[in-house]
């Protein structure tokens, strides 16, 4: 099993970055890759961005429009989420997830370990 601890999350005005990160421990040599969703009140949990743990590939739901970066260390088994142009659409809590498949990167269901979330507050 993967541990997962993310931190970052804040509030910060419209326009505003936010860098979000994500440790893992336990057995992380399981590991394909890692993603961010994020879950804002009364709405389902929505894919943000993936990274494979090996090549580095990675993977964005349409909506981010080049505003978000994702990247990992390897050698930390840290995921990062650069985030940039915030608006307060952005607001939710944000997840951080590992997942041992190399398959369907936006799909909740391929990820085995959950973080405990990291809240990302944009004021307008």
């Known amino acids: 099993q993967v541990q997962l601890v993310e931190s970052g999350g804040g509030l910060v005005h419209a326009g505003g970055s936010l860098r979000l990160s994500c440790a893992a421990s336990?057995?992380?040599?399981?590991?394909?890759?890692m993603g961010w969703f994020r879950q804002a009140p009364g709405k389902e949990r929505a894919f943000v961005a993936a990274i494979s743990w090996s090549a580095g590939s990675t993977w964005y739901g349409e909506f981010l429009k080049g505003r978000f970066t994702i990247s990992r260390d390897n050698a930390k088994n840290t995921m990062f989420l650069q985030m940039d142009r915030l608006s307060p659409k952005d607001t939710a809590m944000y997840y951080c997830?590992?997942?041992?498949?190399?398959?369907?990167?936006?799909?909740?269901?391929?990820?085995?370990?959950w973080g405990q979330g990291t809240q990302v507050t944009v004021s307008s």
């Open positions: 997830a590992a997942k041992s498949e190399d398959s369907l990167w936006s799909s909740t269901r391929m990820y085995n370990s």
């Open positions: 336990g057995r992380t040599s399981s590991l394909a890759g």
